[in-house]
């Protein structure tokens, strides 16, 4: 057993003026204006369902090297045929993620790569300008100072998919890299 604090966050009083807090009735809403951004593999958006939707977040979970970041990195190079995309990687060097992008003959200009795991840092980077899409490789490296528990425990895990989740909806599609453990599930290991 372990003890792990958690800080809460102080929460604004909660306002329904938004247009987001009003209620509509389900028939005048327009789902045929959703655009879908095409991920480049073709298995990929049947499993999205016709591709990403602007402002969606999606959860890349599976096996240590099973190709999580490779196909990523592709999806990355390929949506940044359309506009500036942000690869971060908490895991590797910005070096490395080249290296890969090289062997994947996939280099375009608009592709960029930030090697951060500081949750802060990689907010202020993604709302600083408009992404068509932004990569976080991974969930559980990617970490919160101002949580007092290691990288991937519980507590940074939670806080760290939520407030990306924040920034998802407000700014551009996310995709979070997720490993699965030993048990099939992607909770820290006990
Ligand atoms: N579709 C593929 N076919 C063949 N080899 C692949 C494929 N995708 C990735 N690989 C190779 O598998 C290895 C692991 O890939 P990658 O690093 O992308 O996996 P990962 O899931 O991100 O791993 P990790 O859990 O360590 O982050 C690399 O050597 C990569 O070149
Ligand atoms: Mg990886």
């Given at each position: 057993?372990?003890?792990e604090i958690v800080r809460?966050?102080?929460?604004?009083?909660?306002?329904?003026?938004?247009?987001?807090?009003?209620?509509?009735?389900?028939?005048?809403?327009?789902?045929?204006?959703?655009?879908?951004?095409?991920?480049?593999?073709?298995?990929?958006?049947?499993?999205?369902?016709?591709?990403?939707?602007?402002?969606?977040?999606?959860?890349?979970?599976?096996?240590?090297?099973?190709?999580?970041?490779?196909?990523?990195?592709?999806?990355?190079?390929?949506?940044?045929?359309?506009?500036?995309?942000?690869?971060?990687?908490?895991?590797?060097?910005?070096?490395?993620?080249?290296?890969?992008?090289?062997?994947?003959?996939?280099?375009?200009?608009?592709?960029?790569?930030?090697?951060?795991?500081?949750?802060?840092?990689?907010?202020?980077?993604?709302?600083?300008?408009?992404?068509?899409?932004?990569?976080?490789?991974?969930?559980?490296?990617?970490?919160d100072?101002?949580i007092e528990s290691?990288?991937?425990s519980v507590g940074q895990v939670r806080g760290?998919?939520?407030?990306?989740?924040?920034?998802?909806?407000?700014?551009?599609?996310?995709?979070?890299?997720?490993?699965?453990?030993?048990?099939?599930?992607?909770?820290?290991?006990?």
């Amino acid at each position: 057993m372990e003890q792990e604090i958690v800080r809460k966050e102080p929460t604004p009083a909660p306002s329904a003026s938004g247009s987001g807090a009003t209620p509509v009735p389900i028939t005048t809403i327009e789902a045929e204006s959703t655009v879908r951004i095409s991920t480049g593999i073709a298995e990929v958006d049947r499993v999205l369902g016709g591709g990403m939707v602007p402002n969606g977040y999606f959860l890349l979970g599976g096996d240590p090297g099973i190709g999580k970041s490779t196909l990523l990195l592709q999806i990355a190079a390929f949506v940044s045929r359309q506009g500036p995309v942000l690869y971060i990687t908490a895991e590797e060097s910005a070096a490395q993620t080249r290296i890969r992008a090289q062997r994947l003959g996939a280099l375009p200009d608009q592709l960029y790569v930030m090697a951060e795991g500081n949750i802060r840092i990689i907010e202020s980077v993604i709302t600083s300008r408009s992404w068509q899409l932004v990569v976080v490789d991974s969930l559980q490296t990617v970490y919160d100072a101002e949580i007092e528990s290691a990288p991937g425990s519980v507590g940074q895990v939670r806080g760290i998919a939520a407030r990306l989740m924040k920034v998802a909806k407000t700014m551009c599609p996310i995709f979070l890299v997720g490993h699965v453990n030993k048990e099939g599930s992607m909770r820290p290991a006990a």
